[in-house]
């Protein structure tokens, strides 16, 4: 099991509005647990490399969204 980075309570909030929000824009395409899998990793691999913390989740949320379309045009790209 992969161990995420413990996010501050400000920010663990902001990390489950951005999974909402994604799981509203991918709804039939993404399950949630896929969602909140790839944007706590997306907040694991962008934290330790910020200087300034205070926009980390809108980081991983915009760095997620990314990698979900990415995923979902390969998809539609290969049927």
Same mark, same amino acid.
């Given at each position: 099991?992969?161990?995420?980075?413990?996010? *501050?309570?400000?920010?663990?909030?902001?990390?489950?509005?951005?999974?909402?929000?994604?799981?509203?824009? &991918?709804?039939?395409? &993404?399950? +949630?647990?896929?969602?909140?899998?790839?944007?706590?990793?997306?907040?694991?691999?962008?934290? *330790? +490399?910020?200087?300034?913390?205070? &926009?980390? *989740?809108?980081?991983?949320? +915009?760095?997620?969204?990314?990698?979900? +379309?990415?995923?979902?045009?390969?998809?539609?790209?290969?049927?």
């Amino acid at each position: 099991m992969t161990s995420h980075i413990t996010a *501050p309570l400000d920010q663990d909030l902001a990390l489950a509005n951005a999974a909402e929000r994604l799981e509203d824009e &991918f709804d039939g395409v &993404f399950d +949630h647990e896929t969602i909140e899998r790839m944007l706590h990793d997306s907040y694991d691999e962008i934290a *330790p +490399h910020a200087a300034v913390t205070r &926009f980390l *989740p809108v980081m991983a949320e +915009h760095a997620c969204r990314q990698h979900l +379309h990415a995923l979902s045009w390969g998809a539609e790209a290969s049927k």
